[in-house]
């Protein structure tokens, strides 16, 4: 049935492969792989890996909560605390649970590799940029804060990001095959006029690649097996990852209107990205490449859904459409 659905949906060119897997912590009720890894490229497998977008986010949240339960740091620590370039600026009184709540202040999409070429430059701009509103007045979906809260699990912990993810993520959860780019085996993302050539193994998002393709908000890889062994961890409590109370305070919504937890989006009725069709108390995350993670805890399931929808271009919203159909017939599976 999924798979189905999946192949209409690379015949009608949404994407050119797709991978997926639905179950619990104890079993799989649906997987598989198919497609191409680019048009009339070879074919996609279990050991083909998916630029993962912003799904890399709530593993970054994984890691400040690891952190925090550590006394590393506190989820209401202020920004300069870690950061001390940002005492005396407008983000002062801004707290990593603003970062991972979306409540920061800082803007949602805005294209600073255009104009700031370099690390150093792309950081500064986030510095020195006016916030639009102040923190803690809206939920504002915000790449810039999770940049900030990969900044800031490093210099709390004395180590770098990718080190964290493996340490406290990866390697407890059994999935060795993750981790920022580049890598081989990839699945192709975007002919990207910026680059100009189609892009494969290197992050997509241009923000990230100009800040070394190693940073809190985009970046990391996965085949299906590693994405799927997340979901089962997560569908099971969190262990070895998180102490439950730990990930109870992630999973819960903390903010009114949209529903988000801590570097988790709950499942908001009407505009989920992945329908209605999940239980109320769900959580997960989209990745703009057209990667997705979402668990049920009342039902103990996960459903991972792996596409390249910006292959070969990111224009049109047909993932949209088959995000839900997929989900909505996910949730039927007995």
């Known amino acids: 049935m999924l798979a189905d659905l999946l192949a209409r949906a690379r015949d009608a060119r949404v994407f050119s492969a797709a991978a997926w897997s639905v179950g619990t912590a104890d079993g799989v009720l649906d997987r598989g792989v198919l497609g191409t890894r680019w048009q009339d490229g070879p074919a996609a497998g279990e050991t083909s890996r998916w630029d993962l977008a912003s799904v890399t986010k709530p593993v970054v949240g994984i890691v400040v909560a690891a952190l925090a339960e550590r006394g590393v ?29 979306h409540t920061s202040g800082l803007p949602g999409g805005t294209p600073l590799w255009r104009t700031h070429d370099t690390r150093e430059a792309l950081l500064e701009a986030i510095r020195t940029t006016p916030l639009p509103v102040a923190p803690g007045t809206r939920v504002e979906y915000s790449s810039q804060g999770f940049i900030l809260l990969g900044l800031i699990a490093s210099a709390a912990a004395g180590t770098p990001l990718d080190r964290l993810v493996a340490d406290l993520v990866t390697t407890p959860a059994g999935m060795p095959d993750t981790g920022f780019g580049p890598v081989a085996d990839a699945v192709a993302t975007e002919n990207c006029p910026w680059r100009g050539r189609v892009v494969c193994g290197q992050v997509h998002d241009e923000n990230a690649v100009v800040l070394g393709g190693i940073c809190g908000h985009a970046g990391l890889f996965a085949p299906l097996g590693d994405v799927e062994r997340l979901g089962r961890v997560l569908a099971g409590g969190a262990a070895p990852l998180l102490k439950p109370a730990t990930h109870a305070e992630m999973i819960t919504v903390q903010t009114a209107g949209l529903r988000r937890g801590l570097g988790w989006q709950g499942l908001d009725v009407p505009g989920s990205p992945v329908g209605t069709a999940l239980e109320p108390d769900a959580y997960g995350h989209t990745g703009f490449t057209g990667t ?43």
């Open 73 to 101: 740091l506190a989820l209401d620590d202020p920004l300069p605390r870690h950061l001390p370039a940002y005492a005396g600026t407008d983000k002062a009184s801004i707290t990593v649970r603003q970062l991972l709540l």
């Open 292 to 334: 997705s993670l979402w668990v049920e805890p009342a039902r103990g399931r996960y459903y991972v859904l792996l596409t390249n929808r910006v292959h070969p271009t990111r224009s049109g919203d047909a993932i949209a459409a088959v995000r839900r159909e997929f989900h909505d017939a996910a949730a039927r599976l007995g």
